[in-house]
């Protein structure tokens, strides 16, 4: 497989390489971590699609902190095994479901029922006194297109079964979860899979498909480098008669932040033009993928095993306000397009119309661009900036666009929550943020 083609497939397997965590907290200040043990040969997840639905589901052990854990996790107590079900949804319509486990002795609570929107999934858990080993612990999932839940979609079943294999897997785990609570400040949420064996023509294909992403996340982190591309970067200046669009496709909420793919689409190269992608992060570091193309509808494009397919990029662990940007340039012409994003906004609306926004403009959380809109073209407003306790007050101009653009900068040292306000004559907007390494959280 080729260079081109692993940094082709690093993009398409984005979800794939980056796995979604469950939004359960803990009773730690930090974000709970979600490990899965499930052994190789075992099924980790099923693919369902009632009525053209696409969604996936998972179902297992999970151990995970119980309600002792806060009191004795100095002493690796206070851990819980229990059953689940997550279910995700991967249609562009929300979709209502029902979640049932039949666990023996258990009546409450039995049947789980979620709506799960687009691109969002859905856990919950059954308690169980004693994991019993091969009994099998039916399992019955049904989605509906509605929220009175008239219009069927369809019913999944089936059965959770752990077998001989699966005790020093559930000791493992119940060892990892006692650890996690001595030493470390989260809490950890330990799985297994409950979907039986894989066929070997299974455990063949995941094998290789393991082997693909490893490799192509190894050749990615190649392209990576601190070096500029061989132009100088100016957004503001593309080259006339093209242009880049970057289009949020779809969001994912993880345990390290939000992860977010967009699509590109360009427009004035033509199709099957030698095609190079640049990413630019705030910090100065660069990224590329070489050998592209785009479609005759001006979607970015590569080979892959000898076929042009479609690209979309993956943004990850942004900060606050952090802008990303992207260059496309072309070997042929020496045309470049550019594109930027900012995928955890900082702003605010008043009541009146008028908005503001921040983007950070510097690594070190000091510099940021405060934009105003909304606001009559050539009125003056009373602009004043604050942090802690101290504030600072001008006059600014609104241009003809109703816009006010202003820098504001902040001394080294520099922490905490600031705010922004833009007053006219018949509208006032704030807008708070945060400064300096607080600024630096990654979402």
Not at 5 to 16: K, P, V, W
Not at 17 to 26: K, M
Not at 133 to 139: D, G, L, T
Not at 236 to 245: C, R
Request: proline content about 5%; charged content about 25%.
């Amino acid at each position: 497989m080729s260079p081109s083609s692993l940094r082709i497939l690093i993009a398409l397997l984005a979800i794939e390489l980056f796995p979604a965590a469950a939004p359960l907290t803990g009773q730690s200040n930090a974000p709970p971590e979600w490990v899965d043990i499930t052994p190789s040969d075992k099924r980790v997840v099923k693919e369902w699609e009632p009525s053209g639905q696409k969604m996936k589901i998972w179902g297992g052990v999970v151990v995970h902190p119980g309600l002792k854990a806060a009191f004795g996790r100095a002493f690796g107590k206070g851990m819980a095994v229990d059953l689940f079900l997550k279910v995700s949804n991967e249609s562009p319509n929300a979709v209502w479901v029902e979640m049932e486990i039949d666990v023996p002795g258990k009546e409450k609570d039995s049947v789980k029922s979620s709506e799960i929107k687009e691109d969002h999934f859905r856990w919950d858990i059954w308690t169980v006194k004693d994991l019993q080993w091969a009994v099998p612990y039916p399992v019955k999932i049904s989605a509906y297109s509605d929220k009175k839940k008239s219009n069927s979609l369809g019913s999944m079943t089936g059965s959770l079964v752990f077998d001989e294999a699966d005790k020093a897997t559930l000791e493992q785990a119940k060892a990892r979860e006692s650890e996690a609570l001595r030493a470390t400040d989260r809490f950890t949420f330990i799985t297994f899979s409950g979907w039986g064996k894989l066929s070997d023509e299974e455990m063949a294909a995941a094998k290789k498909k393991e082997e693909v992403k490893e490799e192509a996340k190894s050749q990615f982190q190649k392209t990576m480098s601190d070096q500029p591309p061989p132009f100088e970067w100016k957004e503001t200046e593309g080259s006339p008669g093209v242009s880049l669009k970057a289009t949020e496709g779809k969001r994912v909420s993880e345990k390290g932040g939000t992860l977010v793919i967009f699509s590109l689409n360009a427009t004035g190269f033509a199709p099957g033009e030698d095609l190079t992608l640049w990413k630019r992060w705030l910090d100065g570091k660069y990224g590329q993928m070489s050998d592209l193309s785009v479609d005759k509808n001006g979607y970015v494009q590569a080979k892959l095993a000898g076929k042009s397919a479609t690209i979309a990029v993956g943004v990850r662990e942004m900060a606050a306000g952090e802008p990303i940007s992207w260059a496309l340039g072309s070997a042929t012409t020496g045309k470049r397009a550019y594109a930027r994003a900012v995928i955890v906004p900082i702003e605010s609306h008043s009541a009146e119309g008028c908005s503001a926004s921040a983007e950070l403009a510097s690594p070190s959380g000091l510099l940021f661009h405060v934009t105003f809109r909304g606001f009559a073209p050539g009125e003056e407003v009373q602009v004043t900036s604050s942090l802690n306790k101290e504030n600072k007050s001008s006059t600014g101009h609104i241009d003809d666009k109703g816009t006010l653009d202003l820098p504001l900068s902040f001394a080294e040292g520099d922490h905490g929550k600031a705010k922004a306000t833009a007053a006219g004559k018949t509208c006032k907007v704030s807008l708070e943020y945060k400064v300096g390494p607080d600024a630096l959280v990654k979402r």
